[in-house]
T-cell receptor, first 115, second 108 residues
């Protein structure tokens, strides 16, 4: 079956612009995670959803970051007034059940470059 | 403070030269330790989950082991296609913590 997909794959934004990154998890997967991965670093947790409920958003770096999953499937990560330090790869992952420990299936990521 | 440290940062091996990658962690309430492989421009690909000290899992040329403070990923007779970054992650309570990875290059 289809894996986790993310769009766009690449996004270039001018500083101050708003961006929206989309994640389509594996069908039927309950949990969805967003991570930020800087060059040469491991992924850093941003936020976690179980179905449509955002259960943990402690990793969001500022109030410019906002995530939603209104129908418990597709999720959108929105970054307002982008800054250069927001440049990174944003990864989405999903798991079949709740908060594991279950293996996470990752999408290919969206590479955001803020100029 | 919860922390995951991987070593070495980079490793170059000749084809067939076995070695081990290390992941040490300091977290409270460990629920699981995960190994992932990440190729350039792609998301991490799941390899193993380990739940308790003493556990071992194998897949082809890879074997993962877990103690109370660290995990090892043993690579036996690696091939060039094993070249990738290997990431270790731990789940503690409701969060996942990743290491910075080991970049493995296997030379033919």
């Amino acid at each position: 079956g289809a894996g986790v997909s993310q769009s766009p794959r690449y996004k270039v934004a001018k500083r101050g612009q708003d961006v929206a990154l989309r994640c389509d998890p594996i069908s039927g997967h309950v949990s969805l995670f967003w991570y930020q991965q800087a060059l040469g670093q491991g992924p850093e947790f941003l936020t976690y959803f179980q179905n449509e409920a955002q259960l943990d958003k402690s990793g969001l770096p500022s109030d410019r970051f906002f995530a939603e999953r209104p129908e418990g499937s597709v999720s959108t990560l929105k970054i307002q007034r982008t800054q250069q330090e927001d440049s990174a790869v944003y990864l989405c992952a999903s798991t079949l059940e709740g908060l594991g420990p279950y293996e996470q299936y990752f999408g290919p990521g969206t590479r955001l470059t803020v100029t | 403070e919860d922390q995951v440290t991987q070593s070495p940062e980079a490793l170059r091996l000749q084809e067939g030269e076995s070695s081990s990658l290390n992941c040490s962690y300091t977290v409270s309430g460990l629920r699981g330790l995960f190994w992932y492989r990440q190729d350039p421009g792609k998301g991490p690909e799941f390899l193993f989950t380990l739940y308790s000290a003493g556990e071992e899992k194998e897949k082809e040329r890879l074997k993962a082991t877990l103690t109370k403070k660290e995990s090892f990923l043993h690579i036996t007779a690696p091939k060039p296609e094993d070249s990738a970054t290997y990431l270790c992650a731990v789940q503690a309570r409701n969060q996942f913590y990743f290491g910075t990875g080991t970049s493995l290059t296997v030379i033919p």
